[in-house]
C-alpha cells in the first residue's frame, strides 16, 4: 500500500490548521542576524500592510526561516515569492469577492507547495460555491498527493472538485486515492479510473463495489504460452 508522504502530513497540519497567533517579527533580531536582507525584508513587509495582505503570515515565515537558520539571501527569495504568491491569490480570489486573511493564506500555501495556478483557478471556483475552507485545503492536499506519485492535476481535478464540496473524512479521502493506485495497477488508463471512481462516487456506490467495478475492467490480455506448432 502507498503511504501518504510525512512531507504531505505537515503540510495538512498548515493548510488545513492555520495559526491564529502569530510572534511579532524582532526587528532588532533580524537586523543582528541579516544585515544586509533587513532593510528588503521590512520594506516587503510595509508594502503588505498598505496593500491589505496578511503581513503577520510574512512575519512568521521571517521567523521560521531565522529559526531554521535559513541563509539569509534565500529567505530573503522566499519571502519575495512568498509576497508574490499573496498578491496573484488575492487577484484571483476577488473573482470570488472573498479576500479574507484566512482564505488568502489557505489558497496562497497550496500554490506555494506546488498546485499550478490553473488548479487554484478551479478550486477557487469551488469555493466560491460552498464556502469550505476545509473542503477546499483536503482537495488541494488530494492533488498535491496524487501529484507526489506523478499523476497530474488535469488527470484528477474530477475527483479534487468533487472532493472540495464533499465532507469526507481523511480516511475517506485516502480510500479514493488507494482506488485510483488500484485502477492504475490492474493497466487501467488513467482518465478511465477517474471516471469509474468518480462515478461510482456520484451514484452512491462504497469503495468495495468501486473496487469491484475497477476489477472488472480490467485489460485483457492473451497469455504468451508454449509454442504449440
Same mark, same amino acid.
Given at each position: 500500500?502507498?503511504?501518504?508522504? *510525512?512531507? =504531505?502530513?505537515?503540510?495538512?497540519?498548515?493548510? &488545513?490548521?492555520?495559526?491564529?497567533?502569530?510572534?511579532? =517579527?524582532?526587528? /532588532?533580531?533580524?537586523? @543582528? &542576524?541579516?544585515?544586509?536582507?533587513?532593510?528588503? +525584508?521590512?520594506?516587503?513587509? !510595509?508594502?503588505?500592510?498598505?496593500?491589505?495582505?496578511?503581513?503577520?503570515?510574512? !512575519?512568521?515565515?521571517?521567523?521560521?526561516?531565522?529559526?531554521?537558520? *535559513?541563509?539569509?539571501?534565500?529567505?530573503?527569495?522566499?519571502?519575495?515569492?512568498?509576497?508574490?504568491?499573496?498578491?496573484?491569490? %488575492?487577484?484571483? +480570489?476577488?473573482?470570488?469577492?472573498?479576500?479574507?486573511?484566512?482564505?488568502?493564506? +489557505?489558497?496562497?500555501?497550496?500554490?506555494?507547495?506546488?498546485?499550478?495556478?490553473?488548479?487554484?483557478?478551479?478550486? #477557487?471556483?469551488?469555493?466560491?460555491?460552498?464556502?469550505?475552507?476545509?473542503?477546499?485545503?483536503?482537495?488541494? =492536499?488530494?492533488?498535491?498527493?496524487?501529484?507526489?506519485?506523478?499523476?497530474? !492535476?488535469?488527470?484528477?481535478?474530477?475527483?479534487?472538485?468533487? #472532493?472540495?464540496?464533499? @465532507?469526507?473524512?481523511?480516511?475517506?479521502?485516502?480510500?479514493?486515492?488507494?482506488? &485510483?493506485?488500484?485502477?492504475? @495497477? $490492474?493497466?487501467?488508463?488513467?482518465?478511465?479510473?477517474?471516471? $469509474?471512481?468518480?462515478?461510482?462516487?456520484?451514484? /452512491?456506490?462504497?469503495?468495495?463495489?468501486?473496487?469491484?467495478?475497477?476489477?472488472? %475492467?480490467?485489460?485483457?490480455?492473451?497469455?504468451?504460452?508454449?509454442?504449440? %506448432?
Amino acid at each position: 500500500m502507498h503511504r501518504v508522504p *510525512v512531507t =504531505l502530513v505537515i503540510l495538512a497540519g498548515l493548510i &488545513l490548521i492555520p495559526s491564529g497567533g502569530w510572534a511579532i =517579527l524582532d526587528s /532588532g533580531r533580524l537586523a @543582528s &542576524l541579516c544585515p544586509a536582507q533587513a532593510g528588503r +525584508l521590512q520594506t516587503i513587509l !510595509e508594502a503588505a500592510g498598505r496593500a491589505g495582505l496578511p503581513m503577520s503570515h510574512l !512575519e512568521t515565515r521571517i521567523n521560521e526561516g531565522l529559526l531554521r537558520r *535559513v541563509p539569509c539571501q534565500r529567505l530573503l527569495e522566499a519571502i519575495e515569492k512568498e509576497y508574490s504568491t499573496l498578491v496573484e491569490t %488575492r487577484t484571483l +480570489l476577488a473573482s470570488i469577492h472573498d479576500t479574507s486573511h484566512q482564505a488568502l493564506i +489557505l489558497f496562497a500555501n497550496l500554490r506555494s507547495s506546488g498546485l499550478p495556478q490553473s488548479s487554484i483557478i478551479s478550486l #477557487i471556483a469551488v469555493y466560491g460555491q460552498t464556502r469550505s475552507m476545509s473542503s477546499a485545503g483536503s482537495a488541494g =492536499l488530494f492533488l498535491l498527493s496524487m501529484k507526489e506519485l506523478n499523476w497530474s !492535476e488535469t488527470q484528477v481535478m474530477p475527483l479534487a472538485e468533487l #472532493i472540495a464540496t464533499s @465532507s469526507w473524512t481523511a480516511g475517506q479521502r485516502e480510500a479514493i486515492r488507494q482506488l &485510483l493506485l488500484y485502477g492504475a @495497477s $490492474l493497466d487501467i488508463e488513467r482518465g478511465q479510473t477517474v471516471s $469509474l471512481v468518480r462515478g461510482g462516487l456520484v451514484s /452512491g456506490r462504497s469503495f468495495h463495489q468501486i473496487r469491484r467495478d475497477l476489477l472488472d %475492467r480490467k485489460p485483457f490480455r492473451l497469455e504468451s504460452g508454449p509454442d504449440r %506448432r
